[in-house]
């Protein structure tokens, strides 16, 4: 069974890059089944799509986050990674990876166990 | 890129039949029979209970059902329990070329 464990540090100042690393296990991110994909939640607030990527390092990105995000994949380290640029207080949330069906069905099937960031001074 | 339109809460009594509709565009849930529903108790991740619009991954009850009509796709729970409490999620596919998902804003079930 595919495990994702989330990574990062905890604490980011504003105007600063977010960075968080997911580890698969129990799977090969090199697969082709899958998109591995960023989400996050506010707290208190509801689930918003980051974007994902391909093995091969194809990505997509939420439109209205696209200008400040990055998501990586190291097929190496059966890893995949996000940052996001210039934070604000607003990007204080939880934030998941997980794996997306890419095989033509699209859903999230297994989601790490979250991370929260908070965007403080 | 709007999020799905779901109510923000629902509730019922144990054994009772509920439904939570989700409603987008014809550029998501209209056009792409790829509606997912998640799961979501407090303080842990999402737990995918339908996807493609109606069908159970392996090991969810069959008392949770999902179907579609035009831009509104539904979720079912029949026989409400009381560890069905929790917030649901919709989320489409909306196209490679646009915005790929898009999730709906959670409804919260309490089972009274």
């Known amino acids: 069974q595919v495990q994702l464990q989330e990574s990062g540090p905890g604490l980011v100042k504003p105007s600063q890059t977010l960075s968080l690393t997911c580890t698969v296990s129990?799977?090969?991110?090199?697969?082709?089944?899958?998109?591995w994909s960023w989400i996050r939640q506010p707290p208190g607030k509801g689930l918003e799509w980051i974007g994902y990527?391909?093995?091969?390092?194809?990505?997509y990105y939420n439109p209205s986050l696209k200008s400040r995000v990055t998501i990586s994949v190291d097929t190496s380290k059966n890893q995949f990674s996000l940052k996001l640029s210039s934070v604000t207080a607003a990007d204080t949330a939880v934030y998941y990876c997980?794996?997306?069906?890419?095989?033509?069905?699209?859903?999230?099937?297994?989601w790490g166990q979250g991370t929260l960031v908070t965007v403080s001074s | 890129q709007s999020a799905l339109t779901q109510p923000a809460s629902v509730s019922g009594s144990p054994g009772q039949s509920i439904t939570i509709s989700c409603t987008g565009t014809?550029?998501?849930?209209?056009?792409?029979?790829?509606v997912s529903w998640y799961q979501q108790h407090p303080g842990k991740a999402p737990k995918l209970m339908i996807y493609?619009?109606?069908k159970r991954p392996s090991g969810v009850s069959n008392r949770f059902s999902g179907s579609k009509s035009g831009n509104t796709a539904s979720l079912t729970i029949s026989g409400l329990q009381a560890e069905d409490e929790a917030d649901y999620y919709c989320?489409?596919?909306?196209?490679?070329?646009?915005?790929?998902?898009?999730f709906g804003g959670g409804t919260k079930l309490t089972v009274l």
């Open positions: 997980a794996q997306y069906d890419s095989s033509g069905y699209h859903y999230f099937d297994y």
């Open positions: 129990g799977g090969s991110i090199s697969s082709g089944d899958y998109y």
């Open positions: 990527i391909y093995y091969s390092g194809s990505t």
């Open positions: 014809s550029s998501d849930v209209g056009s792409y029979n790829l």
């Open positions: 493609e619009g109606s």
């Open positions: 989320c489409s596919y909306a196209g490679s070329s646009t915005s790929a998902v898009v």
